[in-house]
Nanobody, 114 residues
């Protein structure tokens, strides 16, 4: 059974930091490209950051220089370090894995108060 479980969300003041984790099971993690997406109320889900199986990273322009994605293959976990948070970062954050198939986590709420 495949599981992607996000954690680390919460309420933080603008300018603060949070670190999200996505722990996976049931997939060949090291072969998967992993991504963080977010969806704010009334908006489409968007890519935040992505890390390939080779460690190559890609970021949305809105989070470059503030967010960092990394992975620990030994723990089958991907992380999203979020710094200098802004109110517009408020959203539900989802973890996604893709190799042969695509899997999504259930999401974790991040709320940034101004």
């Amino acid at each position: 059974q495949v599981q992607l479980v996000e954690s680390g969300g919460g309420l933080v003041q603008a300018g603060g930091s949070l670190r999200l984790s996505c722990t996976t099971s049931g997939i060949n993690f090291s072969r998967n490209s992993m991504g963080w997406y977010r969806q704010a109320p009334g908006k489409q889900r968007e890519l935040v950051a992505q890390i390939g199986s080779d460690g190559t990273t890609r970021y949305a322009d809105s989070v470059k220089d503030r967010f960092r994605i990394d992975r620990d293959n030994a723990k089958s976990t991907v992380y999203l370090q979020m710094n200098s948070l802004k109110s517009e970062d408020t959203a539900v954050y989802y973890c996604r894995s893709i190799y042969v198939r695509i899997y999504w986590g259930q999401g974790t709420q991040v709320t940034v108060s101004s």
